[in-house]
């Protein structure tokens, strides 16, 4: 059994990681602990703030508990905030705290992008136009060059994780380029984990989204890979381990 932490602000998603966990299939346990999220507001001033140290810390002891080998902060604009480097800091901070190997979604894109090779990509956004091109400015210091970026305007993550199909797919639409070899969906309080494989049916690339990333992450960082095709592409790529 290989026990996975996240650290999860709020309540919007978080039950894409029992669906997830059941579409791994395999001998792996996602252990989700909720943090404070302060200001639910896609906001400079309050994604600094939800991604505070103090607040990660409070959530860590809870994950010692359960087990975990990894842990990763399951929110990707409360660390894009940051910048790069603020972000490595973030990181670097959490590790220490819990004793074991951590990331960030944020992070957890980059390496998704490197992995599946998708050198360009396009950016669908629930985030304002603000906090969206943040996120492209991060994709950019590792390395990702992003074609277009579509944000949605949203300022609640509540609101966010009212979405359903519809409005999942036509944000993925409207952010999608001909040029772009992924298309990203950074918000992990969006629900897609039922979505990915039909959505890269539908716009004929790889889809990487908020909590597929962030579970690939820690995955990764255990130096575990699953074959789990209902998961993207992303969980497709060689070599196959699977128990």
Same mark, same amino acid.
């Given at each position: 059994?290989?026990? @996975?932490?996240? @650290? ?5 998603? %978080?039950?894409?990681?029992?669906? *997830? ?6 001998? *792996? ?7 404070? *999220? ?8 309050? @994604?600094?703030?939800?991604? !505070? ?12 508990? !359960? ?17 790069? %480097? ?16 951590? !990331?960030?979604? !944020? ?26 091109? @943040? ?19 949203? *300022? ?10 519809? %409005? ?22 969006? &629900? $897609?984990?039922? &979505?990915? $494989?039909?959505? %890269? ?20 960082? $255990? ?21």
């Amino acid at each position: 059994m290989t026990a @996975l932490g996240f @650290l999860y602000p709020g309540h919007s998603a %978080e039950d894409d990681y029992p669906r *997830i966990e059941q579409l791994l299939g395999s001998d *792996i346990r996602l252990d989700v602990v909720h943090t404070d *999220i302060g200001t639910d507001a896609h906001r400079v001033d309050a @994604l600094l703030e939800m991604g !505070s140290a103090e607040r990660l810390a409070a959530g860590v002891e809870e994950l010692r508990m !359960s087990g975990a080998e990894s842990v990763v902060w399951a929110c990707t604009s409360g660390s894009f905030v940051y910048g790069w %480097e603020g972000a490595q800091e973030q990181v670097r901070t959490l590790a220490r705290t819990a004793g074991m190997a951590a !990331s960030s979604t !944020s992070f957890a894109f980059v390496h998704a992008a490197r992995e599946i090779g998708a050198a360009r990509v396009a950016v669908a956004a629930t985030y304002p136009d603000d906090v969206a091109d @943040l996120f492209a400015q991060f994709l950019r210091a590792g390395g990702v060059e992003v074609l277009q970026v579509h944000g949605a305007g949203i *300022i609640t993550a509540a609101e966010v994780g009212a979405w359903g199909e519809e %409005e999942v797919f036509a944000l993925a639409r409207a952010a999608d380029s001909p040029d772009a070899e992924a298309v990203l969906l950074p918000d992990t309080a969006l &629900h $897609t984990a039922t &979505h990915i $494989t039909a959505l %890269e049916k539908e716009l004929g690339k790889p889809v990487l989204t908020a909590n597929q990333v962030t579970v690939w992450e820690a995955l990764r960082l $255990t130096d575990r890979r699953v074959n789990a095709p209902a998961m993207g592409a992303l969980f497709t790529r060689e070599p196959i381990v699977q128990v």
